[in-house]
């Protein structure tokens, strides 16, 4: 079954509205999560590292306060996007690591309209 | 600074057709070696793992051995089926304690009935 689940599956907002995304890892703590973003056809990017209780280390080139990222449970990851964009519009992917392997959410499809 | 190579897919094969995808790499230490499967509109899903030299990982009918010499780690499966056709994707996470992998570019795999 599922060791990681991320909701919602597939969203779409207006240009300038923030979406939440969640990121969950089930039954097991996870103090680290990642989060991706995948264009079509292409590898993941890494666009931050989610971190319990401190604040999320984010990749180069990724903007802090456009893509918010909360960590305050062991089990919960959120990303918010906030002020969404068009250019937003992608794949998001969260992960855990647990038990020496990274375990993928589903990911959510963002469409910008 | 760690890489993963893949080759470049499209694959397309009939079904029961035998299947290599290839995949080398380049790390310190010694990396484990995964290979993640990627089904349209989905997450990324952990196929199969090995974690050190020799080592061959298997699931649902793939293998894949971790090569040293070679710095190889080939995805292979004898008779591929229609619903294998995903994106299979190659990934390393090096010995030195990173929790964030190293992905290759993935390689589309589209199987013919």
């Known amino acids: 079954g599922a060791v990681v689940s991320q909701h919602p599956s597939r969203v779409i907002c207006k240009s300038g509205t923030s979406v939440k995304i969640e990121c969950r890892s089930l039954?097991?703590?996870?103090?680290?999560m990642f989060w991706y973003r995948q264009f079509p056809k292409k590898s993941l990017m890494l666009m931050a590292t989610s971190n319990e209780g401190s604040k999320a280390t984010y990749e180069q080139g990724v903007e802090k306060d456009k893509f918010l990222i909360n960590h305050a449970s062991l089990t919960l990851s959120t990303l918010t996007v906030t002020s969404a964009h068009p250019e937003d519009s992608s794949f998001y992917i969260c992960s855990a690591w647990r038990e020496g392997s990274a375990f993928f959410g589903q990911g959510t499809r963002l469409t910008v309209v | 600074g760690d890489s993963v190579t893949q080759m470049e897919g499209p694959v397309t094969l009939s079904e029961e057709a035998f299947l290599t995808i290839n995949c080398t790499y380049t790390a310190t230490g010694y990396p484990s070696l995964f290979w993640y499967v990627q089904y349209p509109g989905e997450g990324l899903q952990l196929l199969l793992k090995?974690?050190?030299?020799?080592d061959k990982g298997s699931n649902k009918g793939f293998e894949a051995t971790y090569r040293k010499e070679t710095t190889s780690f080939h995805l292979e499966k004898g008779s591929v089926q229609v619903s294998d056709s995903a994106v299979y994707f190659c990934a390393l996470f090096s010995s030195g304690g990173s929790y964030i992998p190293t992905f290759g570019r993935g390689t589309s795999l589209i199987v013919h009935p």
């Open positions: 090995a974690t050190k030299a020799d």
């Open positions: 039954d097991f703590q996870a103090t680290t």
